[in-house]
Each structure stands twice: as C-alpha cells, then as structure tokens.
C-alpha cells in the first residue's frame, strides 16, 4: 500500500511528511519511503501552538480554532509532497496522521490519564479524499498504557539487530528510547520509555536569549562558547522524573516553556552567563539519556541509533559518544533508514497496522495490559474501493 504518514513533535517546528510503500505484516512487514518533505510553519502558526500548550494562557475557543486550522496546514503540505513526488492523491491509499501534542497528562504516580492530539482527520480526508488514521495514542492509553512511544513498535519490527542488543534513541523536543534485544534472542522483550527533555528547553532558551531570532542552537554553535556548570547540572539532573521507573512518558507539561524559564531565571540567580545555560542544557540532554542507559538497559548495548533533530547537534553527539563508550553511536542513515522522515514514516506503518485489524503496540514497550490496535478511521473519497482493494470477500 502507498501510505502518507503525517507527523508534528513537540518542537513545533513543522510538518513531516513521508510518503511510503508497505508491504507485508509483522515478520515480515517493509517500508520503503518513497519521498519525505518538510513544511516549517511559519512564526503565526507556530507561537499558537506553543500557546495553546500552555493550560493557562490557552482557552477552549482557540484551541478547537487550532484543530481547524493545523489540519488545513497538514493538508496543504501532503498535497504538496504529493505534487513534487509526481503523484496525484488518487494514488495514496491511505494517510496516518499523529497531529500535534498539545498535552499528555502524567499523574502523580506516573500512569497517563489522556493525551490530547489535535489536527481535525475530517478535514485532512475532505481536502485530500484520502481515507485518513489519526488519534494513535488514545486506544493504548485505554487499555492502561502511556500511550508512548509509539515509535517503539516500529522500531520492533524494522530495527533489531541479527546478533547484539539496540537502543533506538530519538532526540526531538523530548528524548525517547527503545532497547531492542537481537533476533537471535527469542525471551527477552523490548523496552521502550522517554528519557526526559531532548531539544525542548535548549530551543526555548535559545529563543529566549535572541529575542526570538533563533529557535534553536544550530549546530551546537552556543553551546560550543560555554561551560558547563557542574554544580548546575547536578541539580537539574535531581529531578525525580529521572529515577522514575519505566514505562513513562513526558512532554512540555513538565520539561515546557514554563518550566525552561524557571531554569532560565534560577540559573541567573547561580550567575551563569547565558552560553553556560546553553552549554549545560546540552550537557543535560545528552547525560539524561546515559543515565537512563545506565539506569534501565536490560543488557549491554553495542549500537546507539541516533534519531531526531538532536541528531543534527554536534556537540550533543560528541558527548553521547563519550557517555556512551563503548558502544557505536551511528545515525538512522547507517542501518538503512531516513533520520529526518522516520517518525512519519512511523504513522505510515501504524496506519497500515490499524486498516489490516492488527495491533500496533506491545505491553512491553508502552506499559499496556494488552496490544490493541490503534487509531480511529475517518472515511475518504476512496474509502468504498479501498475496502474493495484490500479487504476482497
């Protein structure tokens, strides 16, 4: 099937968008993407989302205006993609869209209660005719999952390694890690949680400190003109998030733009100038994510595969290669995948999963009672001969 996956992280920089071909099932199950593309949204669009993460800034009114809205952006950039693949929309057979993450609410004892992902599938399937999945997280976290990472069965079912364990380590706005036992061990299972803040409070102090010129550190050029602030960086690295046991999750609600500016504002108390804050909210990324390893690996990781826009920071790499030795940290590109486009192309296959009845989590990875099969189907103009198609009596 030609699947166009759709994806929007907690960074709030744009739309990915991959279109891909999939076929099989688990075992047996490939993806190839065909063509990726991003669309940024522009400053309106982007400071309204970051607005509407925030319970008390934010009202009903604007967020059910943003549902509208985004979906209109996330259509007009999958017609898009599609006219510079030399397709028409008649040829995508379905879309699987994650929308936008406004919020994940985390109780105090760490179970998810809800996950609110926004872009409207009515619109998308009435813009494009194309039979639109959305609304991913909701069913696992029905059946007492985190309803996260979802990308973590992907990673299942593409990314094991033939002899040595795995980790899968995204770096977006927030971290999240899968450990991948190797195919030729048939008893151990997965394990897959978040890590804690990826480029979240590194991208809002950076605009922070530019008067909103930079939303991020590009290329680590900042935080290369600081250090880092030891004693700083043990307080941040205090917080309980961390020795919380897995599964769990997180997003802005805790490691958001509230929350990065009480750092800001804290670490000016201590008298760091503003490459050390730079420089140790890198330093905090990367050691995070060693100290999850250290913390829950269920064995001895030979291969990091780096993820995400994180990936593209330098100086974060270099200290996960430090932190991480003696494993091999390597990018998506080294074991055949596209970094930039794997998240989309995750919603892709999740979307293929749910339209053939098949559950698309494992216990293991989002703290579940039970698999389930994710998503919820808005009809397109081609739903009739879709079913035809793929569904014969």
Known sequence: MIILGLMSGTSADGVDVAICDIKGAPGKLSAELLLGATSPYDPDMRRRILHCCDPIASSVAEIAALNVDLA????????ETVRQAGMSAAQIDLIGSHGQTLWHNVTPTGEVSASLQIVEAAVLAERTGVTTIGNFRARDIAVGGQGAPLTSYVDWLLLRHPAHWRAIQNIGGMGNVTFLPPLADNSS???AFDTGPGNAL?????AEFSGGALTYDRD???ARQGRVNEAWLDELLSHPYYAHNYPKSTGRETFGTAAA??????AREHGLSQNEIIATLTALTAT???????RFAPAAVREVILGGGGRHNPVIVGMLRELLAPAKVLAHEDVGMDSDY???LVFAVLAHETWHGRAATLPALTGADKSSILGQITPGKDYADLLQRTWPS
């Open 288 to 294: 995070n994510i060693a100290d999850a390893y250290q």
């Open 202 to 206: 590194l991208d809002i102090a950076a």
């Open 189 to 191: 299972a997965p394990i």
């Open 261 to 266: 500016l009480r750092l800001l504002d804290e």
């Open 342 to 344: 794997k998240e989309a």
């Open 220 to 222: 680590g050029q900042l």
């Open 72 to 79: 209109e952006v996330f259509a007009n950039a999958a017609l």
